[in-house]
Protein backbone atom coordinates (compact mmCIF):
# COMPACT_ATOMS: atom_id res chain seq x y z
CA UNK A 1 0.00 0.00 0.00
CA UNK A 2 2.87 2.10 0.87
CA UNK A 3 5.94 2.98 -0.59
CA UNK A 4 7.32 2.67 2.25
CA UNK A 5 7.41 -0.59 3.14
CA UNK A 6 9.50 -1.56 -0.17
CA UNK A 7 12.02 -3.02 1.96
CA UNK A 8 15.52 -3.15 0.49
CA UNK A 9 15.29 -6.81 0.67
CA UNK A 10 12.46 -7.17 -1.46
CA UNK A 11 14.46 -5.15 -4.19
CA UNK A 12 18.03 -7.40 -3.67
CA UNK A 13 15.38 -10.75 -3.81
CA UNK A 14 14.06 -9.25 -7.03
CA UNK A 15 17.61 -9.19 -8.46
CA UNK A 16 18.37 -11.95 -6.94
CA UNK A 17 15.82 -13.69 -9.10
CA UNK A 18 16.98 -12.18 -12.26
CA UNK A 19 14.98 -9.34 -12.85
CA UNK A 20 16.86 -6.78 -14.94
CA UNK A 21 15.54 -3.96 -13.46
CA UNK A 22 13.14 -2.23 -10.17
CA UNK A 23 10.98 0.49 -10.59
CA UNK A 24 9.32 1.99 -7.37
CA UNK A 25 6.04 3.88 -7.33
CA UNK A 26 5.10 6.39 -4.79
CA UNK A 27 2.76 9.04 -3.65
CA UNK A 28 4.27 12.84 -4.12
CA UNK A 29 6.94 13.81 -1.26
CA UNK A 30 5.20 15.57 1.08
CA UNK A 31 1.58 14.59 -0.18
CA UNK A 32 1.23 11.48 2.54
CA UNK A 33 -1.63 11.29 4.04
CA UNK A 34 0.15 9.84 7.08
CA UNK A 35 2.51 11.45 9.85
CA UNK A 36 4.98 8.57 8.92
CA UNK A 37 6.01 9.98 5.62
CA UNK A 38 6.61 6.57 4.14
CA UNK A 39 7.48 7.63 0.58
CA UNK A 40 10.93 9.12 2.20
CA UNK A 41 12.07 6.50 3.75
CA UNK A 42 11.20 4.09 0.23
CA UNK A 43 14.01 7.35 -1.86
CA UNK A 44 16.46 7.32 1.22
CA UNK A 45 16.18 3.19 1.09
CA UNK A 46 16.44 3.77 -2.81
CA UNK A 47 19.70 6.31 -2.26
CA UNK A 48 21.41 3.69 -0.20
CA UNK A 49 20.94 0.77 -2.10
CA UNK A 50 22.17 2.85 -5.40
CA UNK A 51 25.46 3.60 -3.75
CA UNK A 52 25.77 -0.05 -3.22
CA UNK A 53 24.72 -1.28 -6.24
CA UNK A 54 27.68 1.03 -7.64
CA UNK A 55 30.08 -0.43 -4.51
CA UNK A 56 29.00 -3.95 -6.02
CA UNK A 57 29.79 -3.09 -9.25
CA UNK A 58 26.02 -3.10 -10.62
CA UNK A 59 24.26 0.16 -12.80
CA UNK A 60 22.69 1.63 -9.98
CA UNK A 61 20.37 3.25 -13.14
CA UNK A 62 18.07 -0.13 -13.18
CA UNK A 63 16.66 0.75 -9.38
CA UNK A 64 14.23 3.65 -10.14
CA UNK A 65 11.68 5.33 -8.04
CA UNK A 66 9.24 8.12 -9.09
CA UNK A 67 6.61 9.76 -7.58
CA UNK A 68 3.52 10.79 -8.48
CA UNK A 69 -0.63 10.82 -7.46
CA UNK A 70 -3.09 8.38 -8.23
CA UNK A 71 -5.05 10.64 -10.84
CA UNK A 72 -1.72 10.95 -12.66
CA UNK A 73 -1.66 8.08 -14.95
CA UNK A 74 0.47 9.48 -17.38
CA UNK A 75 3.41 10.14 -15.23
CA UNK A 76 3.30 6.46 -14.52
CA UNK A 77 3.24 5.18 -17.94
CA UNK A 78 5.91 7.98 -18.88
CA UNK A 79 8.28 6.82 -15.80
CA UNK A 80 7.55 2.95 -16.67
CA UNK A 81 7.85 2.81 -20.27
CA UNK A 82 11.06 5.14 -20.05
CA UNK A 83 12.64 3.27 -17.56
CA UNK A 84 12.14 -0.53 -19.42
CA UNK A 85 13.81 1.14 -22.78
CA UNK A 86 16.65 2.64 -20.33
CA UNK A 87 16.46 -1.20 -18.68
CA UNK A 88 16.81 -3.06 -21.99
CA UNK A 89 19.58 -0.67 -23.49
CA UNK A 90 21.55 -1.92 -20.27
CA UNK A 91 20.98 -5.53 -21.15
CA UNK A 92 20.91 -8.39 -18.90
CA UNK A 93 21.86 -8.40 -15.16
CA UNK A 94 25.58 -8.91 -15.01
CA UNK A 95 26.03 -9.21 -18.62
CA UNK A 96 25.80 -5.10 -19.05
CA UNK A 97 28.32 -4.88 -16.30
CA UNK A 98 30.46 -7.75 -17.32
CA UNK A 99 30.14 -9.79 -13.91
CA UNK A 100 29.12 -13.65 -14.53
CA UNK A 101 26.56 -14.83 -12.99
CA UNK A 102 27.82 -16.95 -10.10
CA UNK A 103 29.66 -13.93 -9.19
CA UNK A 104 26.43 -11.59 -9.39
CA UNK A 105 24.45 -14.66 -7.11
CA UNK A 106 27.19 -14.47 -4.42
CA UNK A 107 27.20 -10.63 -4.27
CA UNK A 108 23.70 -9.98 -4.02
CA UNK A 109 23.53 -12.93 -1.30
CA UNK A 110 26.36 -11.10 0.69
CA UNK A 111 24.66 -7.99 0.50
CA UNK A 112 21.07 -9.46 1.30
CA UNK A 113 22.21 -10.93 4.56
CA UNK A 114 23.60 -7.42 5.58
CA UNK A 115 20.37 -5.91 4.99
CA UNK A 116 19.70 -5.91 9.03
CA UNK A 117 22.89 -4.27 9.68
CA UNK A 118 22.99 -2.04 6.90
CA UNK A 119 19.63 -0.75 8.11
CA UNK A 120 20.99 -0.30 11.50
CA UNK A 121 23.67 1.65 10.76
CA UNK A 122 22.14 3.73 8.64
CA UNK A 123 18.70 4.24 10.48
CA UNK A 124 19.36 8.28 11.41
CA UNK A 125 19.93 8.99 7.58
CA UNK A 126 16.63 6.35 6.16
CA UNK A 127 14.46 7.96 8.51
CA UNK A 128 15.77 11.63 7.51
CA UNK A 129 13.45 14.16 5.14
CA UNK A 130 15.39 15.65 2.23
CA UNK A 131 14.24 19.34 1.24
CA UNK A 132 15.18 19.13 -2.38
CA UNK A 133 16.69 16.61 -5.18
CA UNK A 134 19.68 18.55 -5.33
CA UNK A 135 20.57 17.11 -1.71
CA UNK A 136 19.90 13.25 -2.76
CA UNK A 137 23.28 13.05 -3.94
CA UNK A 138 24.89 13.93 -0.86
CA UNK A 139 22.55 11.63 1.29
CA UNK A 140 25.15 8.43 0.74
CA UNK A 141 28.70 9.05 -0.62
CA UNK A 142 30.68 6.65 -2.55
CA UNK A 143 33.59 6.99 0.80
CA UNK A 144 30.88 6.49 2.99
CA UNK A 145 29.85 3.33 1.51
CA UNK A 146 33.50 2.19 0.65
CA UNK A 147 34.31 3.06 4.84
CA UNK A 148 31.09 1.63 5.98
CA UNK A 149 31.88 -2.09 3.76
CA UNK A 150 35.65 -2.06 5.23
CA UNK A 151 34.46 -1.68 8.99
CA UNK A 152 31.89 -4.24 9.01
CA UNK A 153 32.34 -5.89 12.06
CA UNK A 154 32.63 -9.73 12.86
CA UNK A 155 31.77 -11.86 16.29
CA UNK A 156 33.31 -13.92 17.69
CA UNK A 157 32.79 -16.32 21.27
CA UNK A 158 36.32 -16.57 23.09
CA UNK A 159 36.25 -20.07 24.14
CA UNK A 160 37.90 -19.35 27.32
CA UNK A 161 35.47 -17.60 28.51
CA UNK A 162 32.18 -18.39 27.29
CA UNK A 163 30.11 -20.35 30.41
CA UNK A 164 27.82 -21.55 28.03
CA UNK A 165 24.73 -20.03 29.90
CA UNK A 166 22.79 -20.27 26.31
CA UNK A 167 21.77 -16.47 26.68
CA UNK A 168 23.43 -15.38 23.26
CA UNK A 169 21.97 -18.39 21.30
CA UNK A 170 18.09 -17.54 22.34
CA UNK A 171 18.37 -14.15 21.55
CA UNK A 172 20.40 -14.64 17.90
CA UNK A 173 17.30 -13.62 15.26
CA UNK A 174 19.33 -16.76 12.99
CA UNK A 175 20.31 -18.97 14.81
CA UNK A 176 23.79 -18.81 14.06
CA UNK A 177 25.11 -19.54 16.97
CA UNK A 178 26.04 -23.46 17.74
CA UNK A 179 25.52 -24.39 21.54
CA UNK A 180 24.03 -26.32 24.08
CA UNK A 181 24.32 -27.06 28.20
CA UNK A 182 27.61 -27.35 28.79
CA UNK A 183 29.18 -26.12 25.76
CA UNK A 184 31.27 -23.53 24.37
CA UNK A 185 29.58 -21.31 22.15
CA UNK A 186 30.60 -20.76 18.20
CA UNK A 187 29.70 -18.38 15.75
CA UNK A 188 28.70 -19.89 12.10
CA UNK A 189 29.95 -16.82 10.22
CA UNK A 190 28.20 -17.94 7.23
CA UNK A 191 24.61 -17.52 8.47
CA UNK A 192 25.50 -14.31 11.18
CA UNK A 193 23.82 -10.84 10.05
CA UNK A 194 26.32 -8.52 12.33
CA UNK A 195 23.27 -7.43 13.91
CA UNK A 196 25.27 -7.32 17.65
CA UNK A 197 22.49 -8.83 19.58
CA UNK A 198 24.85 -11.29 21.15
CA UNK A 199 27.41 -9.21 22.25
CA UNK A 200 24.96 -7.12 24.04
CA UNK A 201 23.48 -9.93 25.41
CA UNK A 202 26.51 -11.88 26.72
CA UNK A 203 26.39 -11.10 31.18
CA UNK A 204 29.04 -8.50 31.31
CA UNK A 205 30.38 -10.85 34.09
CA UNK A 206 31.89 -13.26 31.10
CA UNK A 207 32.23 -10.59 28.46
CA UNK A 208 32.99 -13.78 25.87
CA UNK A 209 31.76 -12.39 22.54
CA UNK A 210 34.32 -10.05 21.12
CA UNK A 211 33.39 -7.12 18.38
CA UNK A 212 36.10 -7.61 15.44
CA UNK A 213 36.32 -4.97 12.92
CA UNK A 214 39.45 -4.82 9.89
CA UNK A 215 40.92 -8.11 11.33
CA UNK A 216 40.30 -12.02 10.39
CA UNK A 217 37.81 -13.75 12.77
CA UNK A 218 39.98 -16.69 14.88
CA UNK A 219 38.88 -20.64 13.70
CA UNK A 220 36.21 -21.58 15.65
CA UNK A 221 37.48 -24.36 18.71
CA UNK A 222 37.27 -27.48 17.12
CA UNK A 223 33.91 -29.57 18.19
CA UNK A 224 35.81 -32.13 20.67
CA UNK A 225 37.36 -29.33 22.61
CA UNK A 226 33.83 -27.41 23.53
CA UNK A 227 32.22 -29.45 26.50
CA UNK A 228 32.57 -27.17 29.78
CA UNK A 229 33.85 -29.63 32.70
CA UNK A 230 32.74 -27.94 35.88
CA UNK A 231 34.24 -28.43 38.93
CA UNK A 232 32.66 -30.57 41.63
CA UNK A 233 31.79 -32.88 38.34
CA UNK A 234 35.50 -33.38 37.07
CA UNK A 235 35.88 -37.18 37.93
S1 LIG B 1 25.75 -10.84 15.63
FE1 LIG B 1 25.38 -12.49 17.08
S2 LIG B 1 23.16 -12.44 17.45
FE2 LIG B 1 23.53 -11.25 15.58
S3 LIG B 1 23.32 -12.74 13.94
FE3 LIG B 1 25.49 -12.72 14.46
S4 LIG B 1 25.69 -14.38 15.93
FE4 LIG B 1 23.51 -13.91 15.83
S1 LIG C 1 25.96 -15.35 26.38
FE1 LIG C 1 28.20 -15.31 26.58
S2 LIG C 1 28.68 -16.80 28.18
FE2 LIG C 1 26.57 -17.15 27.56
S3 LIG C 1 26.73 -18.79 26.01
FE3 LIG C 1 26.78 -16.85 24.92
S4 LIG C 1 28.94 -16.33 24.73
FE4 LIG C 1 28.78 -17.93 26.26
Known sequence: MCSGRVDMAFVLRAFSKGMD?????GCRLNECNYVTHGNYHALNMVLLLKK?????GLNPERLSIEFMSGAEANLFVEGVNGFVKKVKEMGPLGQGEGVGQEELKSRLADISKLVPYLKLVNQEK?????ENPEEY?????????DTLFREIPSYYIDPDKCQACMICAKKCPVEAI??????????EQDKC??????????????????????????????????AIVRKGKEK
Open 137 to 145: DGLFTKEEI
Open 52 to 56: IMEHI
Open 21 to 25: GVFIG
Open 126 to 130: LASRL
Open 178 to 187: EGGKNRIHVI
Open 193 to 226: IKCGTCFEACPPRFGAVTKISGEPVPPPIPEEKR
